[in-house]
């Protein structure tokens, strides 16, 4: 072939088509036998154009790579162990230098697109990538602030898979390294996906979707200033940007349609009313955080939250669930809204029967932290609303304080002693008296005495002075 003249082989790449050879990499010598050597620069090359093709193809027409995909089995699965193994030298490089170049061409990808549809699998690698490697997080909140707005903004649009994506890294981005990328997140970005959070959320069907959507609220919850930003949300801050590639009407309608649950606290409401125990029991640590952050009990009380944890309560035999519960209902105790909307006369019979069911656990923090919660309830009750107006009420109660003190774990016997010593309290005694279980609850305490450990002789002349 004369200089200046194409063979075959060019023609097909000028031509923009991909041979076998080029998506495989693989090529034999003039005698067959495999190249030598002296010919890595030259498939280093040969390589870096066929990716560069391929490149190319996923821009302009991703579906024509897919059915040339589809012809051959062999280069299918070639293809995607070379991908692997490209990202697997992404992450051991740790460079700066690669990192950044991915994000670019991510954001370039986003900018010339004007949907996002199609990003799925893009979405999910940039999460995957922020959790293998938090220098990405660092850079993506950073110098990368339009490609978050990128980011938001793909939460209108309707797909519930790629929003669940979107929020996957969302998720992985305030999660990294402790959440400390998150610190570095503008304050109008982190507003913003927690207003859009709670829209999605509102609208989720999905279980992937949920999911996500409640493993963020999670994350967020963890910091003082989402907290403030989630419970003081209102659907009217859900604003159309320039940016977001959809029509004002449509936000207008979204607007509407969220008036009315879009409130952290229904939200939080309606995940205890699923199915789904472990997400009862995350909605409980949701509002557990809540009320840890901002001491804002009263929307959840006036909310009739406290009612839907007591039912949770009710058969179940899952530690993770009951310890959230337990340990929710313990704060909302702080705030005498709970006792004077009568939330504790309708919760204590489901405490009664899960520390029974809270006893046979093996996690004996459970029954612990249960028995912590009745006895908050015993101490802070009015006398003026009394727990136990029947016999059987105070007998139930008694029974399973019984329990809790007969347990093999000091701990738990003396959390239960002193649930014991307020129930002796003259309003929480019953009609006719329960004598019987009285004594029966002393005689049990009083035969523990000989397991609690002596004082020290520091202790007790500090206690004597």
């Not at 959507?213 to 963890?222: F, H, P």
Request: glycine share 6%; charged share 20%; aromatic share 6%.
């Amino acid at each position: 072939m004369r200089f200046g003249e194409t063979g075959p082989r060019e023609r097909r790449r000028c031509s923009g088509l991909l041979t076998d050879t080029d998506m495989t990499g693989e090529r034999r010598g003039t005698t067959g036998g495999p190249e030598t050597a002296g010919e890595n620069d030259e498939e280093s090359v040969r390589k870096c154009f066929a990716l560069s093709g391929i490149s190319g193809v996923l821009r302009g027409s991703p579906g024509a790579l897919r059915e040339l995909l589809r012809q051959d089995d062999r280069v299918h699965l070639q293809f995607i162990a070379s991908l692997l193994v490209l990202v697997q030298l992404l992450l051991e490089l740790q460079s700066e230098l690669s990192y950044r170049f991915v994000l670019d061409e991510i954001h370039k990808q986003l900018s010339d697109q004007i949907s996002v549809k199609g990003f799925l699998p893009t979405f999910n690698f940039l999460g995957n990538l922020v959790e293998a490697a938090p220098n990405v997080a660092s850079n993506l909140v950073t110098k990368y602030v339009p490609l978050l707005e990128r980011l938001c903004s793909a939460l209108f649009y309707p797909d519930e898979a790629l929003k669940a994506s979107v929020l996957y890294v969302w998720l992985k981005l305030f999660g990294t390294a402790g959440g400390l990328a998150a610190q570095s997140l503008p304050t109008a970005i982190r507003d913003r996906v927690c207003i859009l959070l709670l829209q999605t959320l509102a609208n989720a069907n999905s279980p992937q979707l949920i999911k996500n959507c409640v493993g963020l609220l999670s994350v967020l919850l963890q910091l003082r200033g989402a907290v403030t930003v989630l419970m003081s949300s209102n659907t009217d801050q859900i604003m159309c940007h320039e940016n977001q590639n959809i029509h004002a009407d449509q936000c207008q309608v979204l607007s509407q349609d969220q008036e009315q649950h879009c409130s952290l606290p229904l939200m939080l409401k309606k995940l205890l009313m699923s199915g789904d125990e472990m997400l009862q029991a995350t909605s409980a640590r949701c509002i557990a955080s809540v009320l840890v952050h901002s001491q804002c009990s009263a929307p959840f009380i006036q909310a009739d939250v406290p009612e839907f944890l007591f039912d949770r309560l009710a058969g179940s035999q899952s530690e993770t669930l009951l310890w959230s519960v337990y340990s929710c209902l313990i704060l909302l105790t702080e705030d005498p809204l709970f006792f004077s909307q009568c939330h504790s006369v309708y919760g204590i019979d489901s405490i009664v029967r899960s520390l029974k069911e809270a006893l046979q656990l093996t996690n004996l923090e459970v029954p612990r932290q249960g028995l912590l919660l009745l006895t908050e309830i015993l101490e802070r009750q009015p006398p003026s609303q009394r727990l136990f107006p029947s016999g059987s009420g105070f007998e139930a109660v008694s029974e399973a304080l019984l329990g809790g003190v007969s347990c093999s774990c000091l701990l738990v016997a003396t959390q239960a002693a002193n649930a014991a010593s307020a129930l002796f309290r003259l309003n929480h005694q019953s009609r006719p008296v329960q004598y019987g279980k009285i004594e029966g609850l002393i005689e049990a305490i009083t035969s523990r005495y000989s397991e609690l450990p002596l004082p020290s002789p520091a202790r007790h002349r500090s206690s004597v002075s």
